[in-house]
């Protein structure tokens, strides 16, 4: 069946690259996305990858896809206090009907 | 335009008790869920509302039935509260276009005793 991973958490210093990853298994997701989760609230979409390109770049986001090994990160540059936040990867497989299927969530602390 | 609106924001029940977590958006979405946040597990898909006047279950439907009212409002029932029904759950829409992502409400944090 579908199924997302996640690492559950990452800590990194201010001022440095966090890098978030994410494997899923189906293939047929035309689109695969990142969510933000901040303390106390509900999911925002941050950014997502169209299923046929490598990379896209969004200011301090870039997103990598390597669908040979069903592969999705998510890098911030000059990390700051206020990314820390849960991070979600998802997908909507082909065959599930719109549905979106999340990974655990990477909960990022960012450590002045 | 408030977009996805939950209530309440919180709630302690104790076990055997009934209640109802109410979602609305305005949003002229045709498509609404509800989702379950556990610690470690990311959000699980309980049920959800194709269109007005569908339901279907999701993941984890057991222990909820939902209604959805008219095109805004999407409800979910807990008949009988049991503790492993701890939990923030959360509502969110969608509007059905290519791309069209999923807009989530603030969340109801529910504690069963």
């Known amino acids: 069946g579908e199924d997302v991973e996640q690492s559950l958490f990452l800590s990194v210093r201010e001022g440095d690259s966090s890098v978030i990853n994410c494997t899923y298994t189906?293939?047929?997701?035309?689109?695969l996305y990142w969510y933000k989760q901040e303390p106390g609230a509900g999911l925002q979409l941050l950014t997502y990858?169209?299923?046929?390109?490598d990379m896209k770049q969004d200011q301090r986001l870039t997103v990598l896809l390597n669908k040979k090994d069903k592969h999705l990160s998510l890098r911030i540059a000059d990390t700051q206090t206020g990314d820390s936040a849960i991070y979600f990867c998802?997908?909507?497989?082909?065959?599930?009907?719109?549905?979106?299927?999340f990974g655990q969530g990477t909960e990022l602390s960012v450590k002045p | 335009n408030a977009g996805v609106t939950q209530t309440p924001k919180f709630q302690v029940l104790k076990t055997g008790q009934s209640m109802t977590l109410q979602c609305a958006q305005d949003?002229?979405?045709?498509?609404m869920y509800w989702y379950r946040q556990d610690p470690g597990m990311g959000l699980r898909l309980i049920y959800y509302?194709?269109?007005?006047?569908?339901?279907d279950k999701g993941e984890v439907p057991n222990g909820y039935n939902v209604s959805r009212l008219n095109k805004r409002e999407f409800s979910l029932r807990l008949e009988s509260a049991a503790p492993s029904q701890t939990s923030v759950y959360f509502c969110?829409?969608?509007?059905?276009?290519?791309?069209?992502?999923?807009?989530f409400g603030p969340g109801t944090r529910l504690l069963v005793l």
């Open positions: 949003m002229n979405h045709n498509s």
């Open positions: 969110a829409s969608e509007g059905g276009r290519e791309l069209e992502t999923q807009y």
């Open positions: 998802a997908e909507i497989p082909y065959n599930q009907g719109g549905k979106l299927i």
């Open positions: 990858i169209f299923s046929n390109m």
């Open positions: 189906d293939s047929s997701s035309t689109y």
């Open positions: 509302s194709a269109s007005e006047g569908t339901t």
